[in-house]
C-alpha cells in the first residue's frame, strides 16, 4: 500500500531521519519517492547523500508531490510550515504531525483558511529510538481519516517500532513518558555507568554493562508474560545485595522522582499546545 505512495517530511531533524532510514531499511518504500525539506543546507546534502532521497528548500514544492506530508518540524514553527505547504494540500493528501502538542484542531484550522478541505489527519508522537528503529509511536486520528490512512500510517510508523492508537486527548501523556523516555533512560544508563566506576569498574566496561543491563532488562520485560513486579522479584533475594540497592533506590525516592519528570514534561506539552492555540486563534 504504502509502496506505490510519494512522502515529504517537512523538517529532518533525527525524527525524520530515523523514519527515512527505516522506511528505506524495511523495503517499505523506494527512495526515489521520499522528498525531505530542511532550512539548513548542510542537513540536506547529509540526509540526501546517506540516504538517496530528493532534498528540497521548499516546504510548498515538496507537498505538492507527495501524497503523504509528515510534519516533523519543531512545535514553535509548525504554523510556518502549514502557512508554507497549505496551498499544495486538497482531500487526497494524508497529512501527518509529529510535533509535540499542537493539535488536530490547530492544524486543520490552518490548512482550511482558505477553503472547507476534509483533510485527511493523523497525529503520531514517535520516540528517538526510532534511530535504532526500535521506536515507541502512539497514533491519533483525525475526523476524515480513512481506514486506508490508519493502515498507512501503522505502516510507516512500524517501520521504526511500536505502533498503539490512543485519542488525542491522551498525546500529552504519551509526550511526556515514551516521547521524552529515552532521555530519562540515558540518564540512568550515566548514572549507573558512573555507580560503577565509584566501585571500581573501569569507565568502559561500567557503561557497556549499564547498556546491556538496561537492554536486557527491557527485553526480558517485553517478551516475559509475567507481571513486571514478579520480574522484580527474580532478581530480589531475601537479604541479598538487589533488596539493599531497592531499598536505597525507594529511600531516595526514584519511584516518584520519575512520576515527576513524566508529569512534567506532559505539563509541558500541554503548555506548547497552549501557545500555538493562541498563536493560532483557538480559544
Known amino acids: 500500500m504504502l509502496k506505490d505512495k510519494k512522502i515529504a517530511l517537512i523538517g529532518s531533524g533525527n525524527l525524520a531521519e530515523a523514519l527515512i532510514k527505516g522506511l528505506i531499511k524495511s523495503s517499505a518504500i523506494e527512495p526515489k519517492r521520499i522528498w525531505a525539506t530542511d532550512i539548513s543546507a548542510d542537513r540536506l546534502k547529509y540526509i540526501g547523500d546517506e540516504y538517496n532521497v530528493h532534498t528540497a528548500t521548499d516546504n510548498q514544492l515538496a507537498a505538492q508531490k507527495a501524497d503523504i506530508i509528515l510534519l516533523a518540524v519543531k512545535p514553535q514553527t509548525i504554523l510556518e510550515a502549514l502557512e508554507q505547504i497549505s496551498a499544495s494540500v486538497d482531500d487526497s493528501k494524508l497529512i501527518i504531525s509529529v510535533a509535540a502538542g499542537i493539535s488536530l484542531e490547530i492544524i486543520q484550522k490552518f490548512l482550511n483558511k482558505e477553503k472547507n478541505r476534509k483533510i485527511h489527519l493523523i497525529r503520531a508522537m514517535p520516540n528517538t529510538p526510532a534511530l535504532a528503529l526500535s521506536g515507541a509511536t502512539a497514533l491519533s486520528k483525525g475526523g476524515n481519516t480513512s481506514e486506508e490512512d490508519m493502515k498507512i500510517s501503522f505502516e510507516i510508523f512500524m517501520a521504526v517500532g511500536k505502533v498503539v492508537m490512543v485519542e488525542e486527548d491522551l498525546m500529552d501523556a504519551v509526550t511526556g513518558l515514551s516521547g521524552s523516555g529515552p532521555a530519562y533512560i540515558f540518564l540512568i544508563i550515566d548514572a549507573l555507568a558512573d555507580a560503577g566506576v565509584n566501585v571500581g569498574l573501569p569507565r568502559d566496561i561500567s557503561l557497556?554493562?549499564?547498556?546491556?543491563?538496561?537492554?536486557?532488562?527491557?527485553?526480558?520485560?517485553?517478551?516475559?508474560?509475567?507481571?513486571?513486579?514478579?520480574?522484580?522479584?527474580?532478581?530480589?533475594?531475601?537479604?541479598?545485595?538487589?533488596?539493599?540497592?531497592?531499598?536505597?533506590?525507594?529511600?531516595?525516592?526514584?519511584?516518584?522522582?520519575?512520576m515527576n519528570a513524566v508529569e512534567s514534561a506532559t505539563k509541558r506539552s500541554r503548555e506548547l499546545g497552549a501557545i500555538q492555540r493562541k498563536k493560532a486563534g483557538i480559544n
Open 208 to 258: 557497556a554493562l549499564s547498556i546491556q543491563t538496561v537492554l536486557g532488562s527491557a527485553k526480558l520485560a517485553l517478551e516475559s508474560e509475567e507481571h513486571i513486579g514478579k520480574l522484580k522479584d527474580m532478581v530480589t533475594s531475601p537479604g541479598g545485595t538487589t533488596i539493599a540497592g531497592l531499598h536505597s533506590l525507594e529511600t531516595g525516592g526514584l519511584k516518584a522522582i520519575l
